[in-house]
């Protein structure tokens, strides 16, 4: 699979070349990403840092441990986002975690409703996957909306969950979806 196409995006999987887009893309929305992802240290800003980073997406793919999408719009092809399916192993099972940001230019434009049905049904065509799940900060009602209707449902007996956030434990609630929920 090359690009997963959407109406007025497409994903594709991150390449070399993407490094000083991903890098302008981070730098330009850090405060507003900082709010809602985990810890991330300074060479994560850095050109060297983001090309390091797509290296090892690739060899992550190649042993179907991370699936990380660029979010391109069709009609420039201009990055505006990236999401992600992540297998985790927090005891003995394994879990697929789905991760997105977006352009803050770009929130509120329903380009991530449009992504997240693109990668599901990558993860449940191709590469067999079963279950997905994914978090949001409670007060970030736009990511639950669209976790929402995507078809994630609520991990009962869970929540509120607690992720490392700028150094801070926050509450997360947890969703999931399974293979052809809502898709």
Do not use: C
Not at 4 to 15: A, K, M, P
Not at 52 to 81: D, M, N, P, S, V
């Amino acid at each position: 699979m090359t690009n997963e196409l959407g109406t007025r995006i497409y994903l594709r999987f991150f390449v070399p070349a993407d490094a000083q887009e991903r890098v302008d893309m981070q730098n330009r929305n850090r405060a507003v990403f900082e709010k809602v992802s985990i810890d991330r240290d300074e060479s994560y800003y850095t050109l060297d840092g983001q090309a390091e980073l797509i290296a090892r997406w690739a060899q992550e793919k190649e042993a179907h441990q991370r699936y990380a999408f660029g979010i391109f719009l069709h009609e420039t092809g201009q990055l505006i986002g990236d999401i992600s399916l992540v297998e985790i192993m927090p005891d003995t099972t394994k879990l697929w975690i789905l991760g997105y940001a977006l352009d803050q230019v770009h929130q509120g434009q329903g380009y991530m409703s449009e992504a997240i049905p693109l990668v599901l049904e990558y993860a449940f065509q191709e590469t067999g996957i079963k279950r997905v799940e994914a978090g949001a900060v409670p007060t970030n009602v736009a990511s639950i909306r669209v976790l929402e209707k995507a078809g994630f449902q609520t991990v009962e007996g869970s929540n509120p969950h607690r992720v490392k956030i700028n150094g801070n434990w926050e509450e997360h609630l947890l969703f999931f979806i399974e293979g052809g929920e809502g898709l």
